[in-house]
């Protein structure tokens, strides 16, 4: 049962990276050491070897952060529907002050993820509650007079010394994002992230939650120099930048892809992540002065990032490894703290019940996650023995819901893998112990193993089709009720 004694003073942070495969970093085995911040921090906690996303893209996976319910389940999850209760409204309902501040313009107020939270920056939308005041008029005065995005691309990115610039002033000046967030589509701005997440630190009354999500690694890739210079001794040039960014990362027609290519798109990306780790020693500085203990920090991304492991780049449309395999470390600020590395693999959707258990708030029964709080500790739990991540997907783009999209799903189950491709009525059959690249597909070589991924899927996919339905039923009856109004 509820425990309030048991919040009393403690805070949970919520550090999440947009798009961070989980091998770009130190401790996942990475030859560079991109986050050398967080590696410290890593120190005092808990590395999960083996975390995977339950959904591909921000929206499926932030729903089953969030939510510790699969995407696909429960009327979907872009928007949130009202019956997905989630994290920061049950910690609403036990008196916890909660925060958020994002630039993702996938998990803004208009798909519900503002639900339960006290003070909700989301990027795109950002208003700050009164649309009266200075800033917003600001913003709003210079949207009329210019188009932003077309005068950008035309003009200011063609500047020689551009990118100098603004790498200065993001640095010098983050109010300025404030300013330009509502007619630019995405903020990459870690350090104006990190300088409210800090403010929010400095003002807020414990018991506390909050989640701060970084875009900095999403593409495109445009890192600053000085990033850049750690793992390269020249850094790229701007028509350099613009070739990797938009021609080789695109595919544009007639372009080879070869290795050169994605190396050198590998160290953007390798900078982006740097430059998220610079701001993250500063944040942690802060919380070290203001909180020092009786805090959980979480630091976790919403799923990875091909390069061309499979014929492409990114992470829509693909249910891979490079884009399954996420981080999640949590460090639980005490005395007594020591490394661990976990091997056990643990998903997306057991963050809220750990948020939870820290709390010592009851995990509603219908959440599929479990706690990892435990874990963190020395012991380990007793788990379900298969992991799904899944999504809607047609011609390799994200779709939000079954209308406008087929289903792509994977299994995992001790050491195998199981990828159902509705839209190209495509399975595939991976033993990620002898082939972790996914390179051979087992459908013919072990009927039986495919055939108990099938019962899975199968059982899956009708539970979605039944909640679905629901939904649908649902909607009618409002829609009924409705027309019954009219009559
Ligand atoms: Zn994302």
Same mark, same amino acid.
Not at 145 to 153: F, G, P, Q, W
Not at 194 to 217: C, G, N, R, Y
Not at 444 to 465: P, S, V
């Given at each position: ?240 930048? %613009?070739?990797?960014?938009? #021609? !080789? ?5 007639? =372009?080879? &892809? +070869? $290795?050169?290519?994605? /190396? ?71 005395? %007594?703290?020591?490394?661990? #590395? !976990? ?5 997306? =959707?057991? &963050? +809220? $019940?750990?948020?939870? /258990? ?84 087992? =459908? ?44």
């Amino acid at each position: 049962m509820l425990m309030k004694k048991d919040q009393q003073g403690k805070a949970v942070i919520l550090l999440t990276i947009d798009a961070l495969r989980a091998d770009h970093l130190k401790s996942y085995g990475y030859h560079r050491n991109t986050a050398p911040n967080i590696e410290k921090l890593a120190e005092k906690g808990t590395i999960f070897i083996n975390a995977i996303t339950n959904g591909p893209e921000s929206p499926t996976a932030f729903s089953s952060l969030f939510t510790s319910i699969l995407p696909l389940l429960d009327g979907g999850f872009s928007p949130l529907p009202p019956q997905k209760i989630t994290l920061p409204q049950l910690l609403k309902e036990n008196d916890i002050n909660t925060y958020a501040i994002h630039s993702n313009p996938n998990l803004g107020k208009f798909f519900n993820f503002n639900r339960g939270f006290d003070v909700f920056l989301d990027g795109e939308r950002y208003k700050k509650d009164s649309t009266n005041s200075l800033k917003h008029q600001l913003s709003a005065y210079i949207k009329k007079l210019l188009d932003y995005n077309n005068l950008s691309n035309k003009l200011i990115y063609r500047l020689k010394g551009f990118n100098t610039l603004k790498t200065w002033l993001r640095k010098k000046m983050p109010f300025l994002t404030e300013i330009l967030l509502p007619f630019t589509p995405i903020a990459y701005n870690a350090p104006y992230v990190v300088s409210k997440l800090i403010s929010f630190i400095e003002t807020s009354q414990k018991p506390l939650f909050i989640w701060a999500h970084f875009m900095d690694v999403h593409s495109p890739y445009n890192p600053p120099r000085r990033n850049v210079l750690n793992f390269r001794n020249k850094d790229f040039n701007i028509t350099e930048r %613009k070739f990797l960014v938009e #021609k !080789v990362y695109l595919r544009a027609k007639g =372009i080879e &892809i +070869t $290795p050169k290519m994605i /190396d050198d798109l590998k160290i953007l990306y390798d900078a982006e992540i740097n430059f998220i780790d610079e701001y993250c020693a500063i944040l942690f500085e802060a919380i070290k002065k203001k909180i020092q203990s009786n805090c959980l920090i979480i630091i976790a991304a919403d799923h990875g990032e091909s390069f061309y492991e499979h014929g492409f780049f990114g992470h829509q449309g693909s249910i891979y490894d490079e884009v399954l395999k996420i981080p999640l470390i949590i460090v639980e600020l005490s005395k %007594k703290s020591i490394k661990k #590395k !976990v091997k056990e693999t643990i998903q997306l =959707i057991d &963050i +809220t $019940p750990t948020i939870l /258990d820290y709390f010592g708030i009851e995990v509603p029964e219908n959440f599929q996650g479990l706690s990892l709080l435990s874990m963190t500790r020395g012991e380990s739990i007793k788990r379900k023995d298969f992991v799904i991540s899944e999504c809607y997907q047609k011609s390799g783009y994200m779709k939000r819901n079954q209308e406008e999209g087929l289903i792509l799903l994977a299994i995992r189950n001790q050491g195998w893998k199981y990828i159902f491709d509705e839209e190209n009525d495509k399975e595939f059959l991976f033993n990620l112990n002898l082939d972790p690249q996914e390179e051979n597909n087992l =459908i013919h070589e072990n009927t039986k193993k495919l055939l108990e991924f099938r019962a899975i899927k199968q059982h899956h996919i009708k539970k979605i089709t039944e909640s679905y339905e629901e939904k649908l039923k649902i909607i009618k009856s409002i829609d009924k009720l409705k027309l019954d109004g009219l009559k």
